[in-house]
């Protein structure tokens, strides 16, 4: 059975990723998708550890790059947190 209150802190681990993302924060970005992948009971952000961490390694001075930004969209799937990224992308381009 899922937890529906472990489920929305996994949500809240990967907002936090992307919010740390964009503050030019690695570390933090990295720790806090790793935390929603592991608190994740059906596997929305299992791949968001991989991407964040690529993204973090190829980052521009510090700034996520357009291709970062559409690779972590890609991985979160249809969704908010996926328009988030989009927009990021937009910006970054």
Known sequence: MID???QRKALTAAEQALHALEAGEGDKA???AARAAELDQV???A???GVVAASVES????K???AGWR???AALGP???AAFADERATVAG
């Not at 980052?59 to 510090?62: L, S």
């Open 79 to 81: 969704g908010p947190l």
């Open 59 to 62: 980052a521009d001075g510090g």
């Open 4 to 6: 529906g209150q472990q």
């Open 30 to 32: 990295i720790e806090a």
């Open 71 to 73: 690779a972590i969209a």
């Open 43 to 45: 596997g929305l952000f």
């Open 64 to 66: 996520v790059t357009a």
């Open 47 to 49: 791949a968001l550890p």
